[in-house]
Structures are given as structure tokens and as C-alpha cells.
């Protein structure tokens, strides 16, 4: 599982939006970048271009102590040293030297004598110190040119201000509809998974992957690709623009590449480790709270809030240790290291710069210095913004792979196929069945109903009586034997294809949080409210909803608490015969109804069973009289078959049972 290249997948699916937000990124950068070359030109050309040579001619650009004189820059014909003039700078001063200097480096200014040193070289010119109206006179005709250059800057930023704006915008809409589709794409993988998963994993521990996971996952398209993406933009332009400067330092500053490079090996081998456990404990610690909180009446009803937080603190001490572990890696190859290249970096630019006074290194102009630093700083911003994500990245990564995981589990594809209402006919041939492999719960189980009669199974703990409804309804698959449903293998059919046209109410209803009607109705459109009205009718539940201020459309709250267990299972018996089917599974449904809800089912059920096959697993036997045939289950094996009136006067083991639950002896009845 490359869990890179599926994440890289999931963000083609908004790839015109992501390339659009890059090109608007790279306009931006490179109205950003643009600005340090204007400063250099600003800084050579027009500030500290006024030391160029000056070359006095009849009509020049400036007057100055009745003598004209012209840039030599700007001149248009040739000119000789005899008329050449320079302005130099020390300190705040600018000195007029009436003749050529030879070279420049570094400058001193002593009794009307300025002197240039560099490296063993050394000259002396007569130099005259310039007034700041005498130097505006040179600087003057600079202005207009400094002031469309700064306009221009401005434009810069306001359009890279512009297109920064679009881009984050777009990059964020782009993130947030693929992490969209990533969380619908799981939801829908877990209505694939077969019910063994499930029994497999707590529910906390599947909850997190749907939502922190892929919330993990959120933040890798909306900041850390984004920044990452930005930066290899900003760093192309950085390096483009150094190249352009001064090819050897560029070739240099390279070396930054290949560090961030080691850099983000290293920091991955060790973060990878660490994000694992912590993701680990954090679906751990939502199936703990998930549990409890599940469990409060039974936790505060034994006393067990102290023992329950114990085992609490411990998964959360050891999500706080590995935190730890992580914070400590990322403080120590964040920050300090980065501090650390940059500084390595500036003193490297002071020697290449600042030696070129000593012969060392080589002269460059003051605009190409402040290009370089201002590039350098920059470099280091999109350096610094990619170490800063790497802990998300890496926990990105997990998350992602954690979430894929899920997405692998061997499941069963919802198809929109549909089959033709059974008849209701069913066989089972020798069936045998194991959750464990060769640890049989059922063992070669065979009988056949037909449409509109009642098997009932019936058996202690463990005997296999849901078992049977299991395979039936296909939440497993048995290994041996066949089951047929109108003379059709339920393995030549699809889940969706057997199901369909069967329901079934188990002994714990569950109720989603909405509305009675939503409920009986599970969202489906096609059903009216009539027709939910009706099925409630048909269970018995017009009292309950007379009852009830809003009737149908009363508030349901999380798994029907609001509702006692008699209420609930009218209302998940409702939701199984209002879509009419021809085969009908109750799972021991009655044994968490009282006496006087379980007569109103009783009636409902000799109804609805009419036209039918229907399957009851039985609690209480009382329930099961009018059944057409009972099955009796001892460990995987029909031991007994026969309706109620035969079985008894068999005096098995039914008959023993029935005797056990109403309490009397074998010699005391009547």
C-alpha cells in the first residue's frame, strides 16, 4: 500500500482547482520575487549609482560650481579620463575628486586627502566635501526614476497580495472537497464490511479513523501542501533569481537542498514510529470513552469510577509519553538546526562580500548585497515553513495509512442490482457453519419452510439458534452444506439482492436519532406516511403514539433513550413490516418486552406472519405455541423437531424447558 501515491490520487480529483491555485501561486511569488531586483536597481542606478564616473561636457544633466557634467553611464560618445570626475561616500559624506580613480575598496578621508585601499593597492586623490544641496543637485534628476520604481513595487505587491488571496482560497476549497470525498468513500467502505470486522474492532477505534484520521489527512491538503507547494515555488523563484545575481553563490546556496533532503529522511524514520503509537492510543482512548460512556449506568451502579479512570489515565499517559518523544524530535531538528544552517549561511555571505576589501573574496555592487540578503532571508522562509510541517506531514501519513487500511478490509461492494420479490421458500441442506475455522457452531443443519409457515429455533446459550439467522441473512458465510431461498443459492445472489426482500427485529432495537417516522421508515422516501402509520398500527403501537405530543414526527434521541424497551422494539417491529417482506426473522424479539406489550405483538404477529416466512428465535417458549415446526439446538445440532404439541408429549429436552419456565415439575402438572 503506497499510502503517497493514494493520497496523491485523492488530490487529482481536484487537480484543475489545485492548478489553478499554483499558477496564481506562482504569479503571486514571482511579483513577490520581482521586488528585490527593483531594490537593486533603485539602490545601484539611482542611489548609489551617483558614484559613477562623471564626465564634464558642454551641456551636461548637472550644474555644479559653473561646471556641467553628464553620467558617464548615460553618455552616448566616448570620453577620456581627462574630463572624468567621481562623487565617493564615507559615512554620511560625499567627496568631489576632480580627476579618475584607478580602483575602488576601501575609503578613508584625511585633510583634504581621500584614500582608497585595497588589499597592498593604495591611491590618494584631493577630494572636496559636498554640501547636501550640492549633492541633491546630482541626486536630483534621480527622483523620478526612484518613484516609478517604487510605484512599481507597489503594483507588485498588491497584485501578489491579490493572487496570494485566490490561491490560499482555492487550495483550502480544493482541500476541503477531497478530504469531502476521502470521509464519504470510508463511510461507504464500512456499509461493505461484513459483520465480523465489527465484532472485531471496537467502535471507538472505527470512529477515529472516520473522523480524526481523516481529519489528520484535512490538514496535510490544507496547510502542509499548500506549504509545501508554496515553498518549492518561492525556492525555484529564490534560486532563479540568485542564479541571475551571482552563479557561484547560487551554486552554493544549493547545498540547502540536499540537507533538507537528509533532513526530512531522518526526521521521518524516527517521526513515522512515533505517530504510529499516537495515533494508536488515540482510537484506544476514543473506544475507552466510548465505551463508558456506553456503560455509565453499569459503571456508576458498580461503583467502578475510580478503577474506570485508571485505565483511562494509563492509555492517556501513554499517548502523553510519545507526544513527548515527538515534541522532543521536533525540537530538535526544527528550530535549532535551522537556526543553525542560517547562520552558517550569513557568515559565508559576510566572507564572500565583506572580503572582497582584503582580496579575498571579490567586490559587488551595495544593490547585488542587499538583493542577495534579502533572497537569503527570504530562502529561509520556505525552509522554515516546510521544517514546521514535517510532524504533520509525518502524522499525515500515518493517518493516511491507517485510513487506507480500513479502506483495504475485504469487503462486499454495494451493487444497485435487484431481484424479483421472493416467494418466500427456504432450505437449508446440511449446513455447517464456524466463526473459528473447524470450530463448528452448527453442524449439518437441514429442514425446509415454505411460504406463510413459522420455524421457531429454540436452545440454551450457546446452541447456535442465532447462528442460524447469521448465515441466513448472510452477516457470515457457512463453509459446508447449502442454503436456498425459492430454490436459488444465496451465494449465487448478492447481500443487497437476499436482503432486499427480507427484515429482522433483533432482541436489542436500536433506534438512530431523528424522528418515530424516520425510524420506521429509515429515510426511505418511497415510503408514505400512511403506510408507517399502518405498520405501527399493525404492531400494536396506536397507544404509544397517542401517547406521544408529536406523534410521528416525536423526537427520537440517541438509540431511542427516551423511550422504554417495549416502545423501542413496537417501533423496530414497525420498521421490519412496513417494507413488507416475504421472509421475516425475529430474533428472540420479545425478550425484553412485558407481558401485556408481548399479547399486542402476539395478535400483531398472527397477522402479519400471514403470507410469510417467518423465523423466530425464541427466549420465551410461551411465544412460540402456534409455531408450525420447532427446532431444538444443543451445540450446533438439531436434537428435536416437531410443533409444540408434539414436543411435549415427547418429554425431551423441549419439554423439559417449557416445564423449567413455567416453573413447575414434571409430577405437579396438570
Known sequence: MNVGKRLFNYALQAKRTILVALLFLSIAAAAELTGPFIAKTMIDKHIMGIEQPWVEQEDGDVVYNNREFTRSDRMETKWSEDEEVNLLQIGLTYYFVDEAIAFDGERTYENGVLTIERGEDQNSYEATPMTQQEIYLFFQQEVAFIMMLLGGYLVLIIISAIFHYYQSLWLQISANRIIKRMREDVFAKIHELPIEYFDKQPTGKIVARVTNDTEAIRELYVRVLATFFTSIIYMTGIFIALFLLDTRLAWATLLIVPILILWMIFYRKFAGKY??????????????????IQGMPIVQAFGREKEVAVEFEKLNEEHFKYNNKLLSLNAMTSFNLLNLVRNIAFVALIWYFGGGSLGVGMVISLGVVYAFVDYINRLFEPVNGIVNQLAQLEEARIAGERVFKLMD????????????????????????????????????????????????????????????????????????????????????????????????????PFLFTGTIATNVSMNDASISRERILDALEKVGAHEMLDGLPNGLDEEVKEKGSTLSAGQRQLISFARALVYDPPILILDEATANIDTDTEELIQQALDVVKEGRTTFVIAHRLSTIRKADKIFVLNRGEIVEQGDHDALMQREGKYYHMYQLQKGTRKDSAS
Do not use: C, W
Open 409 to 508: 478490509e475485504p469487503g462486499t461492494e454495494l451493487l444497485e442490482s435487484h431481484r424479483p420479490r421472493f416467494h418466500g421458500d427456504v432450505q437449508f441442506e446440511d449446513v455447517s457453519f464456524a466463526y473459528k475455522k473447524d470450530e463448528y457452531v452448527l453442524k449439518n443443519i437441514s429442514f425446509s419452510a415454505k411460504r406463510g409457515e413459522t420455524f421457531a429455533f429454540v436452545g440454551h446459550t450457546g446452541s447456535g439458534k442465532s447462528s442460524i439467522m447469521n448465515i441466513l441473512f448472510r452477516f457470515y458465510d457457512h463453509q459446508k452444506g447449502t442454503i436456498k431461498v425459492d430454490g436459488i443459492d444465496i451465494h449465487s445472489m448478492t447481500k443487497q439482492e437476499l436482503r432486499e426482500h427480507m427484515a429482522i427485529v433483533l432482541q436489542d
Open 275 to 292: 505517530n504510529r503509537v499516537i495515533r494508536e492510543k488515540i482510537s484506544e482512548i476514543n473506544g475507552s470513552i466510548n465505551e463508558n
